[in-house]
């Protein structure tokens, strides 16, 4: 396994350099593909993308937003591309914000990064209307669409009166100069604890990032991404968006988590960005429909016995050949996933592979733009979350004598600092090393394995150290378990730590098993068949760490936006009460 080969890639020196050059390369291709209102497609290439972002920078610059914040909410979508380079290319400070956000949490943080303007999506008319009438210090309201309210200016408008000033002769846009260490970019996180804190990045922290996974995962301008995630979280936005920039790839966008499915058909995408939950869905959805068709299980497992046989012995591939149903739900052409935000069950990355496709995960987060570790085309463990991209050190800090501890990461990549909070700064960056909180180790070939997160971690009354995650990923293992939260609470009477799991049933796989398509939750059956199950992870388990009491939820758990459970939200609602295992 080849760690240290790399793939050539071009240096960039920001943002801005980046797209010149990929217009300069690639300026007929398709950089984004649309489906028009008709339900036809169109091409947008790279010079006609390059043009909108210089008209609509030019746009903001005659109207004084040199040097000031844009918000920006919205779907992912094209005029979210635009503005965000348009801004970030020398305007001022961009500050993408999840659209999915309550109404009173826009506002606040609209009023913390002081936003002179707001670009928006007409989808959100309703909640940019009500932050509007209690907030007076935005000056501009720009609406991506043209049925817009009269104070607010469509997207369109200022394009062309971009394209008016830069047919005059104006060439204030090109001009700008971009300092690569100016914070540039505030990226508001509330992590899973609901505490946000803004994480300013620069042009050099992202363009490590996207130089860095060029070097390891070969992309071409013949691949297609399907942007899925959301582009207000750096990780879709660096990987999903900017790389495939870099690369002069194109980029479709899906319409929404139920459309996934003829999206697919219809972009034919070769890369997918995407999360395990997903991944693992799809994963079991595949194996689900084989065992209800006589014979399909059989075939599958041959299947992939041979496939294997002859690919790892003689390197003969007849994986898309063989498993050719499979790809075509996927469109036909997808060869790569890449995914991160939590850990994928390396089984499901096996699976995959065994098929014909590959899955490369990665660990990252916001400060670090986003990726520190990924695995790589020639080098890869299922069960690890990679080596660190080119630039970028990390380190296990006091490790513990398995070699368990907090991950710490050296790098270009790593954020400014936090906006207006130097205090926090300086906890979490310590002599140029950002503590990030998560607990891993590494083993002699380099590759880092995440066990859990500092915050997370049960500690027992004599100091043993349960990380939930290891827990959860027995659990999940079984079929009849949707979702699950370990969790530790202390005893009032024994003062002892207690571990407990909440989870939420895999319905349909319960009364297919029980015969029963009427089912509810609150059934002794379904208590029964669970408590079954976390008996037998418990016998996986040294005594320490056994499950003790179970909650089963009448709905899915509270989740960000990039589909992680909110973990501290588990004891909030939904529960029924807790029965012993």
Not at 43 to 56: C, D, P, Q, R, W
Not at 161 to 170: C, D, I, M, V
Not at 435 to 452: Q, V
Request: net charge positive; proline share 3%.
């Amino acid at each position: 396994m080849n760690t240290k080969k790399l793939y050539y890639t071009r240096p960039i020196r920001d943002l801005k350099d980046m797209l010149a050059q990929s217009v300069a390369l690639f300026g007929n291709r398709p950089a984004f593909i649309k489906k028009n209102a008709d339900g036809s497609m169109s091409e947008i290439t790279y010079s006609t993308f390059g043009n909108h972002v210089k008209a609509l920078g030019t746009a903001f610059l005659d109207m004084g937003l040199k040097g000031k914040s844009i918000a920006l909410i919205g779907e992912n979508r094209y005029e979210w591309c635009v503005t965000y380079m348009a801004v970030v290319n020398g305007v001022g400070t961009i500050v993408p914000l999840d659209k999915e956000l309550p109404v009173h949490d826009i506002q606040n943080l609209l009023m913390e990064s002081q936003a002179d303007a707001v670009v928006f999506s007409g989808r959100h008319l309703n909640a940019v209307r009500e932050v509007r009438d209690k907030i007076s210090g935005i000056k501009h309201w720009v609406c991506m669409d043209d049925n817009c309210e009269e104070w607010s200016v469509p997207f369109s408008v200022l394009i062309e009166k971009g394209e008016q000033s830069l047919a005059a002769g104006t060439d204030d846009f090109d001009c700008l100069e971009v300092d690569p260490d100016s914070a540039m970019i505030l990226i508001f996180t509330s992590g899973t604890t609901g505490f946000a804190k803004g994480v300013m990045l620069s042009h050099r922290n992202i363009c490590t990032v996207i130089t860095g996974v060029s070097a390891t995962v070969k992309v071409t301008p013949d691949d297609r991404v399907l942007s899925i995630l959301p582009l207000h979280h750096t990780y879709e936005c660096t990987l999903g968006f900017l790389t495939i920039i870099y690369h002069g790839a194109s980029i479709a966008f899906n319409e929404g988590l139920r459309h996934i499915a003829r999206n697919m058909q219809e972009y034919s995408p070769t890369i997918l960005v995407t999360v395990p939950l997903l991944l693992e869905n799809v994963y079991k959805k595949v194996w689900t429909q084989a065992e209800k068709q006589k014979g399909m299980k059989g075939k599958l497992l041959t299947g992939q016995l041979i496939s294997g046989f002859l690919y790892n012995i003689f390197r003969i591939d007849i994986r898309r050949r063989l498993f050719a149903k499979i790809h075509e739900n996927f469109g036909g052409k997808l060869r790569l996933f890449i995914t991160g935000a939590a850990a994928v069950d390396p089984a499901v990355s096996k699976g995959f592979r065994k098929w014909g496709f590959s899955v490369l995960q990665g660990y990252g987060l916001t400060e670090c733009a986003p990726l520190v570790t990924g695995n790589r085309d020639c080098a890869y463990r299922d069960s690890s979350a990679g080596i660190p991209i080119p630039g970028v050190e990390i380190k296990i800090h006091n490790p513990d004598k398995n070699g368990i501890g907090e991950i710490i990461v050296k790098g270009s990549n790593v954020m400014l600092g936090y906006f207006k909070n130097e205090e926090e700064t300086r906890r979490v960056i310590i002599n140029g090393w950002f503590h990030t909180g998560d607990l891993g180790k590494i083993d002699r070939r380099g590759f880092l394995y995440i066990t859990g997160r500092l915050k997370n971690v049960i500690v027992t009354k004599n100091g043993k150290n349960i990380f939930p995650e290891e827990l959860e990923s027995y659990i999940k293992e079984s079929p009849y378990v949707g979702e699950c939260v370990v969790y530790g609470e202390q005893d009032e009477e024994s003062g002892e730590t207690q571990v407990k799991v909440q989870i939420f049933p895999n319905l349909d796989a319960i009364r297919e098993k029980l015969k029963n398509v009427n089912l509810s939750i609150d059934t002794e059956e379904i208590r029964n068949l669970i408590r079954d199950v976390i008996k037998s992870v418990n016998r996986k388990l040294p005594l320490y760490k056994h499950i003790r009491y179970i909650s089963i939820r009448a709905s899915e758990f509270e989740k960000t936006t990039s589909q992680k459970i909110k973990r501290y939200s588990h004891q909030l609602s939904h529960v029924r009460e807790e029965y012993p295992v």
